[in-house]
């Protein structure tokens, strides 16, 4: 029970956190100061002295207006990201990468060899389990997302091939 009490809480700052996150990587300082003050005001009116939540709508557009303008960011970005990589060549370049193991900073993380191929293909893997999470947060709110959203590509090759 106790989860489910600090469960808003912490939804909330991962949120907060995700928007520095992006503002840091952007080097968007009115990103952090407009998308922090939302964060913080959408708190105090879920969560605060009234506890009201948004209406359906008013979440829905919201998050519409936000996904387009996430399309729209990679679509202009999308000529700066292909000038950037020889495709063939940057995909097999060997990478040293190193990831904490412990939350210990004093212990040593030992480096690991990858590739920038095998990077994206965890990048893959990782955002269909994250959208996995969320098409299940979705139906347990009685929403339908797609029967394939969150289903990696080869659970999807291997029912094709079941039903085949």
Known sequence: MKLLRTFPILANAVVLLSIVGVSVATRSIGLLLVGGVLAALSWYVTEGPRGRSLPNWTANILIIAASLN??????????????????VDDLNRQLRIKMAISADVKENTPLSDSTVRRELQYLQSHTIHHFALISMILRLQGLRPADDFGVAPSTLQYLQKQNA
Not at 73 to 84: C, R, S
């Open 70 to 87: 996430v399309v729209v960011e990679l679509i202009q970005a999308t000529d700066d990201i292909l000038l950037k990589f020889d495709l």
